[in-house]
């Protein structure tokens, strides 16, 4: 069994309730801004969230919900017109009014930084909305916490497929034995999975926590924090209602063991 070195984060749903908040808002205002007179439910959306990336939920939208609708220019530019409209709305929710990190996650990054572990992010997202967050919910210079920021069409197979995970070991230089993940999601966890990790942590949210989790080697509410001690929902116990390094070293040991 190799070390742990790398703690790989997914962002959406993971280090922040972004979709709820953030992404489903901002398509929004680009319909909205677009002339479109479609709307978008936090339940609508929840089917929506089966498709992984902004245009291609658009594009799944449009196929499941409208499917006699047709743009008035090229269809590709269109669905990517809208979609670069929506990053601009979300960029700026990001600034105002905010978005807060879920419970735990800057106590986690914080202690895996000051003690030399490697952070790395693989998500779905257009990299731009990465920047967004880190930079306003959790530091100026959050950025370069990470040694590599894995986002949006940096692959061009998305989650469920593994590529991204792949590409983010590839630039971490680190096979999947010395890695875990950090997922919200059943999408991610087929993209973990297929990329070979096997050191998996789920926290869920509520579009997410009725979803298939038994391949992950532990999953939480949340990641715990002072004053609010996460829940264990499937593995081992944690010691102080926290996810910290050490739990983190332990589960990876339970899932090569
Ligand atoms: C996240 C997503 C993203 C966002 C939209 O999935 O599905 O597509 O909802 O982002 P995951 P863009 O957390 O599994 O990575 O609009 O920028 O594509
Ligand atoms: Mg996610």
Known sequence: MKQLQALIFDVDGTLSDTER??????????FADAGLDWNWTVEIYGDLL?????????????????PDFRP????????????AAKTEHYKALMVDPGLPLRPGVERLLREARDA???????????????????????AEDAEDWFDVIA???VVPAKKPAPDIFVWAMEQLNLPPESCMAIEDSDNGVKSVRGAGIRSLLIT?????RHQDFS???????????????SKVLAGPDLVNGQVD???LRNIHQYAWK
């Not at 089966?50 to 409208?66: A, D, P, Q, S």
């Not at 008035?72 to 979609?83: R, Y």
């Not at 992010?121 to 990465?130: D, G, L, S, W, Y």
């Not at 869920?204 to 997410?208: A, L, P």
């Open 21 to 30: 908040d953030g992404h489903l808002v901002a398509f929004n205002k680009a």
């Open 72 to 83: 008035e220019g090229e269809f590709e530019t269109f669905v990517a017109d809208l979609h």
């Open 215 to 229: 391949d992950a080697t532990l999953v939480v509410d949340h990641l715990g924090d002072e004053g609010q001690p």
């Open 245 to 247: 390094l050490d739990a």
């Open 50 to 66: 089966t498709v992984t990336g902004g245009k291609e939920r658009i594009k799944y939208f449009l196929e499941r919900y409208l």
């Open 151 to 153: 986002a949006g069409d």
């Open 116 to 138: 030399g572990m490697r952070l790395a992010i693989a998500t779905t997202t257009t990299p731009a909305n990465v920047t967004a967050l880190l930079r306003n919910s959790l």
């Open 204 to 208: 869920v949210n509520d579009y997410t």
